[in-house]
């Protein structure tokens, strides 16, 4: 097992990597996640789990969570983990897809369309990569025989890493409910799948090296993200201040 360390933000351990560490880590520890989820952790996320007690359950029951949003490995650095990097969702998919390591990948979320613009985005780009199912689940709440058909697919197809993509919280929340029921690693990755799909755009580089994505996030989408951005980013900034 390789050694790690945690930064604990709001409540919240937060893993103190960089992306070729974290990479090394699902590579070289996949028989022992099976059945766990890594969570990727902004933000938004880390104040909900700050309000929420049954959400920061789900955070903390991770395997990990990683720092996704840059004010968190910035937090990282400013207390006392000097070597703490970004290590966000979009950028762990491509890092992994580009390994020709024999994993086998499943992608559990979004819309058809969204998810047939991905295969074919992928398959163009990683002729080697393993894509062993892609599933759109309905929106509505999944009774007991619809969930049970859904998680026989999942172990049917010998997935080693089961992307999912519902968005936060109810990612977290589905791979919480999950854990130990899939025989793969579930990695939640909020809007990934849209991004690699070509629906949105991610934010210069630039921006992110300033933790300005919110930002750009928010000119594309701003009558969804507007209230949350401010209400969350402010939150974390007061609870942070010290």
Not at 15 to 39: F, S, W
Not at 50 to 67: G, I, K, W
Not at 125 to 135: C, D, F, K
Request: net charge negative.
């Amino acid at each position: 097992m390789i050694e790690k360390k945690y930064c604990e933000i709001l409540g919240t351990k937060i893993l103190v990597t960089n992306m070729a560490e974290t990479v090394d880590i699902i590579e070289k520890e996949i028989e022992e996640l099976r059945g766990k989820y890594i969570c990727v952790g902004n933000v938004h996320t880390t104040v909900m789990a700050h309000d929420d007690a049954q959400y920061h359950n789900v955070q903390n029951s991770a395997a990990f969570v990683l720092p996704d949003g840059k004010p968190l490995s910035v937090y990282s650095r400013k207390h006392g983990f000097p070597e703490a990097e970004r290590v966000t969702g979009p950028d762990l998919m491509l890092e992994l897809f580009a390994r020709e390591n024999g994993l086998t990948h499943y992608f559990y979320g979004s819309t058809p369309e969204t998810l047939a613009m991905l295969e074919e985005k992928l398959r163009a780009q990683y002729p080697h990569l393993q894509i062993v199912g892609m599933v759109s689940p309905p929106f509505k709440k999944l009774s007991e025989e619809e969930d049970a058909e859904e998680i026989r697919k999942i172990n049917e197809s010998g997935a080693d890493i089961i992307w999912v993509g519902l968005g936060a919280p109810k990612q977290e929340n589905w791979m919480y409910e999950h854990m130990d029921k899939v025989g793969g690693v579930m990695i939640g990755v909020g809007a990934g799948f849209d991004y690699h799909a070509g629906n949105i755009k991610r934010a210069p580089m630039w921006m992110q090296r300033m933790s300005l994505e919110w930002l750009y996030r928010l000119l594309q989408d701003p009558k969804r993200l507007f209230k949350r951005y401010l209400a969350t980013n402010t939150r974390y900034l007061w609870l942070t201040r010290r």
